[in-house]
């Protein structure tokens, strides 16, 4: 148990998201805690991530993080010990079709969700970031929680961006500012636009496997529980103006990464590997692409004693069952506009005129 016999309300914003869901899910299983989430439900925030869990524990409100009266109607209600901020728009591919939603929510929105906690202060205000503000890393050393911010796309521009006006209002306003900064997540509830849940839902079902450009862009992997586990750490155990990497420090080649989603797939579906790493197709490569992350974990390890729990191989066989046990879930957050945008990344390779798509 994370901390069982001690009772904290805390406000989650995107908690219908992926790495949100697994963060509640976390805290209903190991924690007494009570959780108020604030989710928007976009397309990739689905109330069916928080099914099963008890309602006496989660409150779930309905909701924009620029909202910021509804923000701070929130705080006053339940005056929570801690605002954690999973809430974003948060997939490159869409940032580059179009970067309006991006400055909206990552960048306005955690500004209303600061402006709200100012009016009524708690005692953390968690920020959820990315390894992606530091840039490529290409023939560099891993980053520091000190290196410098040089963000590539839209999107991680925008998360630089929400990370230093944070700290801004720590400066200027006295805001109990943490933020945590990971890897590649990977694991159950991850809409399928992202490359592993993407490959394993067109892997069992007999599609392409689509991958950017000769596929040796470099990334660590993380199981999103054990980045859960290293949040809710920073959360309890970590200090206020803080900034804390969070990675396994093993680097993969996408394309090694895809053909491992092949080799998991045909054990759990008892097929031939071969034929499945047969459809795997080069696409035309994102604009802009880093070609490596990496990050230097060694801080949260030291202080905090925070450790991943779950190796590679085995996170991602039980991804890989966890989507092919829950084909429901995938055909429904699939359906509809999803079509619209993969053809617009994968069919139509970045062709003029798709930023109204969606």
Not at 154 to 181: E, N, W
Request: proline share 4%.
């Amino acid at each position: 148990m994370l901390f069982a016999n001690v009772m904290k309300t805390i406000l989650v914003t995107g908690g219908c998201g992926f790495i949100g869901s697994n963060f509640i899910r976390l805290l209903c299983a190991e924690s007494e805690w009570h959780i108020v989430n604030l989710d928007k439900l976009t397309y990739a925030g689905n109330l069916e991530n928080l099914a099963g869990l008890p309602k006496n524990r989660v409150r779930f409100v309905r909701g924009d993080i620029c909202d910021q009266v509804l923000i701070g109607k929130i705080l006053k209600e339940e005056k929570p010990w801690a605002v954690l901020n999973f809430a974003a728009e948060s997939h490159v591919d869409r940032s580059i079709l179009d970067a309006d939603p991006f400055l909206h929510t990552n960048v306005g929105g955690v500004l209303a969700l600061l402006e709200a906690v100012r009016a009524n202060p708690v005692d953390r205000f968690l920020h959820i970031s990315t390894d992606e503000v530091y840039g490529d890393k290409e023939g560099k050393s891993p980053s520091t929680e000190e290196s410098p911010l040089l963000p590539s796309s839209p999107y991680a521009a925008t998360k630089a961006a929400a990370d230093l006006v944070c700290f801004s209002y720590q400066r200027t306003h006295g805001l109990p500012i943490m933020i945590t900064r990971s890897s590649n997540n990977y694991g159950p509830y991850q809409f399928p636009e992202k490359l592993v849940p993407l490959l394993i839902r067109n892997g069992v079902n007999g599609l392409d496997l689509p991958v950017y450009g000769d596929g040796k862009q470099i990334r660590e992997w993380l199981y999103v529980e054990d980045n859960c586990r290293a949040i809710f750490d920073v959360l309890t155990k970590g200090k206020v103006g803080s900034i804390y990497n969070i990675g396994t420090g093993e680097e993969r080649a996408n394309l090694d990464v895809v053909h491992a989603i092949c080799e998991a797939i045909a054990e759990r579906c008892s097929t031939d590997s071969k034929q499945i790493r047969e459809r795997i197709r080069s696409v035309t490569d994102r604009p802009g692409h880093d070609r490596r992350y990496a990050i230097d974990s060694s801080k949260i390890r030291t202080e905090i004693g925070w450790q991943p729990r779950t190796d590679f191989a085995s996170g991602l066989y039980r991804t890989v069952e966890w989507y092919v046990s829950h084909a429901d879930w995938v055909a429904h957050v699939t359906s509809g506009e999803y079509r619209n945008y993969y053809e617009a990344v994968y069919d139509r390779a970045w062709g003029k005129g798709m930023r109204n798509t969606f």
